[in-house]
Structures are given as structure tokens and as C-alpha cells.
């Protein structure tokens, strides 16, 4: 597996971060613009930050067949965080960010059996339900067929991001062959089942332009109800981004709150260690 890598001399924790579909680690280093980058602000306040290139992308991609099973890919994230850690300190521990697409492969990983040394859980750009005007498009998405309509649900209003991001300078030239089956199942089985046994905080992103999700108070209250097991679920909602929202130019914004999530975490991790070696 291949990504991209910040690191913090002594960071106080270390967040993997998985993009969505059709996409690369580039996401969260947005090229020609460093102050919208995660791994540059996460770095610079004393995090490192590990963008990995999902199963089925960047070096993984010759390999579809092997990237079916959710197990295997669970385990080559896993296995790749440690490769690219090493002996390295990871401080408090490792959260998990994901975007989209990439909240199925985070939301695993939390739940998994090495989930237990997880920090916390931040998503954006996922839901329950899809949104009216983007349900006629899911419905016809295949593996070899992006259609009409897809681009504007991802990419409007186009006043959100830099110019220069809208002519696809992050994308992937295709998504993985599993992501179909993953895309139709997420909402109605395998989120809801998996969300259920994370058992690490979450922080819930939605953007204000968000036209892929549902994103109404009915809509957000059913997708906390999900996690019964997590001891604390934050919604936050972010001014001035759509989808893609590591992309936007409310990028910054969006990366500092998660930062700050990651932070309350690592301290809570930090004090309840230090209470168990106490006693």
C-alpha cells in the first residue's frame, strides 16, 4: 500500500486518514494549497498524520481480486500503519479519519478486535439515507460507469473550492471494483451494523453544501442512534464546504476541529492510564 506521511518528532497521537472514492491520499494534502492540507496542520500541531491510499488504490490497485473481503482489507490497513510507523511513537494512540467512501474502511477498523486501541473515529461525507437528488444517480453507478449528475452532487457549488481542484488534480482515474457492492450496503447493513460496536468517540461531520447525504435533524439523530456503544458523539457542521470538504476552502476550519476532537481524545486516553497505573 502506498499514502503520504507528516510526521511529529514526539507527536501526541497519530491520525489515519482514508479517502473517499475515485480519489487518492492527495486529498488531504491538497497540492497548491498547503494551508488546506490535514497532514501539514496536523504535523504543525504536533500530530503525525498518515493519509493511506485505500485497498484497491495507489499501489493496491493491480490487486482487486484480493480486496473483496472487508477482513483483508481491515487487516492491510492495519498492517500498513504498522509498516509505516515501525518503532516510531504514536503517542496517545491512533485515530481514524474518514471521508465518504473511506468511513466504510474506518468505521471497520474501529469496530475490529485491534479496534481496541483506537483513539476516537471522525467521519465526513457519509450517511443513512441519500439525499432526493441523489438517488436516481447512485442507482446507476456500476463499476465502469460514472453518470451524468455524479460530478455536481460531489463537486457544487463550485464557489467552495479552489479552481484548480475542480479540474481533478486529486483524483483517481478509477475507483476500486469492490466499491460497488460497499456503496449499495453501506446505509442499509453494513454501517449500521458496524457503527454499533464502536466503542471510541466519534466526531460526525456534515457540510453545509452536502447534496450526496440527508442531512436533516431527523437524519443526523438516526445516524448518532447508530452508535450505541460510543461513550461520547459529536455532530459538528461545517460553514462553507461541500462534499469533498478537505478540498474546500473551509478545508482549514474543518481540519482544526478535528484536530482539537483528536486532542480531547488523546487526553482522556492519557488520564485514564494514568489513573489505571495509579490504582
Not at 494534502?29 to 504535523?43: Q, Y
Request: with cysteine.
Amino acid at each position: 500500500m502506498s499514502g503520504l506521511v507528516a510526521e511529529a518528532e514526539q507527536p501526541t497521537a497519530v491520525v489515519v486518514a482514508f479517502h473517499g472514492g475515485a480519489s487518492t491520499a492527495a486529498y488531504f494534502d491538497c497540492p497548491g494549497h498547503p494551508e488546506l492540507s490535514l497532514l501539514r496542520a496536523g504535523a504543525a500541531r504536533g500530530f503525525t498524520v498518515v493519509a493511506l491510499d485505500r485497498p484497491g488504490y495507489g499501489s493496491s490497485a493491480p490487486y482487486p481480486d484480493t480486496m473483496h473481503d472487508p477482513g483483508q482489507r481491515v487487516a492491510l490497513a492495519f498492517g500498513a500503519l504498522d509498516k509505516v510507523l515501525g518503532e516510531k511513537p504514536r503517542g496517545a494512540g491512533v485515530f481514524l479519519l474518514g471521508h465518504s467512501a473511506g468511513c466504510e474502511l474506518a468505521v471497520r477498523m474501529a469496530a475490529s478486535d485491534a479496534g481496541a486501541h483506537v483513539l476516537g473515529l471522525a467521519l465526513a461525507g457519509t450517511g443513512l439515507r441519500y439525499a432526493d437528488a441523489a438517488i436516481d444517480i447512485i442507482k446507476t453507478t456500476t463499476e465502469t460507469r460514472r453518470p451524468v449528475g455524479l460530478r455536481d452532487l460531489l463537486w457544487q457549488p463550485a464557489e467552495v473550492y479552489p479552481p484548480e481542484v475542480l479540474s481533478g488534480i486529486t483524483n483517481s482515474s478509477t475507483g476500486a471494483p469492490y466499491e460497488t457492492e460497499t456503496t449499495k450496503n453501506w446505509p442499509r447493513r453494513d454501517f449500521p451494523e458496524k457503527a454499533a460496536e464502536v466503542t471510541v468517540p466519534v466526531h460526525f461531520t456534515v457540510a453545509e453544501h452536502e447534496r450526496v447525504w440527508r442531512t436533516d435533524p431527523d437524519a443526523l439523530a438516526d445516524i448518532e442512534a447508530l452508535f450505541t456503544a460510543t461513550p461520547r458523539f459529536v455532530h459538528h457542521r461545517q460553514a462553507g464546504a461541500g462534499h469533498n470538504i478537505s478540498l474546500s476552502l473551509a478545508a482549514a476550519d474543518y481540519h482544526q476541529a478535528v484536530l482539537s476532537f483528536v486532542e480531547q481524545c488523546s487526553r482522556q486516553r492519557r488520564d485514564t492510564q494514568q489513573k489505571v497505573e495509579a490504582d
